[in-house]
């Protein structure tokens, strides 16, 4: 009959009514600044800067290799390289960066950079309650606020932080095998003289291209 | 009555209603939300009590624009028009016992000449916006304000033909007793009454221009209809001139059908009249409220169709019963009322199913789409 329809259609908005009131599970809101969704583990916001151990300078696995400084399309990332080297994980001392900025201002999130780093040392952070009334300083982040420890990438991203750390501590036993192996190499007596095929010639270096603006 | 009675009242009624405005807003909010299922406002004080503040303040400080090629005058005296009249409805409606501002004996009528005044607020500001979506929106509330005025001004033909007064006091005063010694005589509690307070509902709701008829300022249509260039204060005069309209003529719903201020059952008369007036005028704005959660826009043909070929017949043929209810007040046989109640009910249930099935047209037919298949 004409009107049923209605008739069911108010019972509904009714039942809601007095159900939102009854049961929690019917109101859907997440009420933003009290309560959080947990975010999901491949969210992405913006870069940080991984660390091991507990200082943050002698830990940075950052290299200074400036691939994601290259590799950054809206070029948000500034590094200038230190002239001291220090060891990495496996004890191979490398370059590390005097300087390493990012302008969150202008970065847009892609992940490109923790893609290409081979060094697994930028990771995308979850953070986003980044808003500030003041616009000069607190966009451009150095090094020392960008670095945060593995600890905190592990509970971002567990997965991808249990490959990396993984994959770590394989590259690290065999560097050790290899210099174990290279130690007793070297305390092993020599066998008799087979000598090294010595450098090859030195060719003379190809010039330049702009050698002679170097003058 | 003496001027000082009168400026008791004209305060009174400006401070009632205009904070049952403030409140209604907020309750319509809350309510709205929790029908959805969501929390509604809940941010501006304990349960976002405070949110009528907020929002009045907001309306007030927001830069009031006026458009370059506006009617500068009637663009300004539009809101005014629309609200100023809206205060004089409360004038006639009696909110308890002996608590009427005005005793008119054509109250009703009064009622409803002043009610019109919106139309003419609604086109002014339509026209004088110059924009096409305010021009359309007051050109649809023009046709469903004086579509749904005839229904509405017919179904309440019964209860004055019933009460033999235009006067509301007088109309109350007709559901004043008691049957069988407890039950209130209200209109609502007659076949005539239940369907007449039905169609008086529904283009009540079209009246006040509130959803399921709200093409006037349908969002996603038009805008904000004829509201589309109005901003901050006049924007919120706007609105205070529709939430009172809705009041009056809720107010006006309670007095003819519901008893006005009588409470529903002998054993309560006790509580103050004005009390029951306000819980009744309460509960129908929750099915006011109630209704826009539920029921989707019409279209405007659907809107005028609905009006013209199925209010306004049903309105007529309600006053039908209302005479067959009264001609035969005098049977005195056993099981007389009865036999009344199923003579009335028959005489507007068979044409409302007649019209429900004859008008309902069917499904359209299957659209198609030349260039999308």
Known sequence: ?215 | MSPLVAVLYIVGIMAVFGSAFALTTIAERKTLGRMQNRFGPNRVGPFGILQPMADAVKMLTKEDIVPSSADKLLHFIAPLVLTTPVWLNFAVLPFGDHVVAARFDAGLLFFFAISAASELAVFMAGWSSQNKYSLLGAMRAIAQMISYEVPLVLSTVTVVMMAGSLSLTDIVDAQSSYAFGWLARWNLFTPWGLAGFGLFLIAATAESNRSPFDLPEGESEIIAGYLTEYSGFKYALFFLGEYLGLFAVTGLGVTLFLGGWHAPVKALAWAPSIFWFAAKFAALIFVFIWARATLPRLRLDQLLAFAWRFLVPLTLINIAAAAAWHYSAWWGFQGAMATRWVLCAAIIGFPYVWLGRSLRGGSPALRKYTYAE
């Open chain 1, 1 to 215: 009959m004409l009107g049923s329809g209605i008739i069911r259609g108010f019972i509904e908005t009714a039942r809601n009514f007095a159900g939102s009131y009854c049961s929690r599970e019917r109101l859907t809101t997440i009420q933003y600044p009290e309560e959080r969704l947990a975010q999901p583990e491949s969210a992405r916001i913006m870069p940080f800067l991984v660390f091991d151990g507990a200082d943050p300078k002698a830990g940075l696995r950052c290299t200074a290799c400036t691939i994601c400084e290259q590799e950054c399309p809206p070029q948000c990332i500034y590094i200038i390289k230190d002239a001291v080297k220090k060891p990495d994980h496996i004890g191979k001392m490398q370059m590390q960066p005097k300087v390493f900025d990012i302008d969150i201002s202008v970065c847009m999130g892609c992940g490109i950079c923790a893609e290409v780093c081979p060094f697994d040392s930028i990771k995308m952070d979850q953070v986003f309650e980044l808003s500030s009334g003041e616009r000069f300083n607190t966009f451009l982040l150095h090094k020392e606020q960008l670095a945060k420890p593995n600890e905190y990438f592990r509970k971002l991203h567990p997965s991808d932080a249990a490959e990396t750390d993984a994959r770590r501590a394989e590259d690290k036993i065999k560097a050790e095998a290899k210099a174990r192996a290279a130690a007793a190499a070297a305390a092993a007596p020599k066998p008799p003289s087979s000598p090294k095929p010595g450098p090859p010639p030195k060719v003379p270096a190809p010039v330049p291209e702009h050698a002679e603006v170097a003058t």
